[in-house]
């Protein structure tokens, strides 16, 4: 789907107004991400974006970007840009990044985009379930967390699980 100047002219006005948005509140609001997500809709979109974040990398304003990656990172944005009901799971997240090395070698993003330095690009990075711990795994992680020592272990008090 390819864009008319007028509708790349008016979502390039979007984005800064969100800019403004985002430097001018306490924080990343509801409705800042859902007309972030919203702008962010489609591919289309998604590139002129890319374009719009590489021209204020190459300005200088390196604080915009990183409120505009932080709002694109966000949950509720993710799933107004996928299309995905509120409650819905995330299976992966669209980023609008530059690209290295590390994420060629897991497979999101090419050589070709490494080469162009300073380059934004969209990107997609699956989201893989938690890893289930055992509960002596789960013991052990905090044990190591809270640096336990085995005579601190033993002197805890712990209410121990009873079968019925």
Not at 11 to 18: N, R
Not at 29 to 53: C, H, P
Not at 63 to 79: E, G, N
Request: proline residues 2%; glycine residues 4%.
């Amino acid at each position: 789907m390819s864009m008319t100047a007028t509708e790349k002219a008016t979502l390039l006005q979007t984005f800064a107004d969100i800019g403004t948005d985002l430097k001018e509140n306490e924080g990343i609001t509801q409705d800042i991400q859902t007309r972030t997500g919203e702008s962010l809709s489609n591919q289309a979109k998604r590139q002129v974006f890319a374009k719009y974040m590489t021209k204020l990398f190459a300005d200088g304003d390196k604080d915009m970007v990183k409120r505009h990656m932080d709002c694109i990172d966000k949950a509720p944005t993710q799933r107004v840009m996928q299309g995905l009901k509120s409650d819905a799971t995330l299976t992966k997240k669209i980023k609008i990044r530059t690209a290295n090395n590390g994420l060629v070698r897991k497979g999101i993003a090419t050589p070709a985009q490494v080469k162009q330095k300073d380059v934004y690009h969209v990107l997609n990075f699956p989201i893989s379930k938690p890893v289930q711990l055992t509960a002596q795994e789960r013991i052990q992680k905090d044990v190591t967390e809270y640096s336990i020592s085995e005579d601190d272990f033993k002197a805890m008090t712990i209410k121990w699980f009873e079968s019925v």
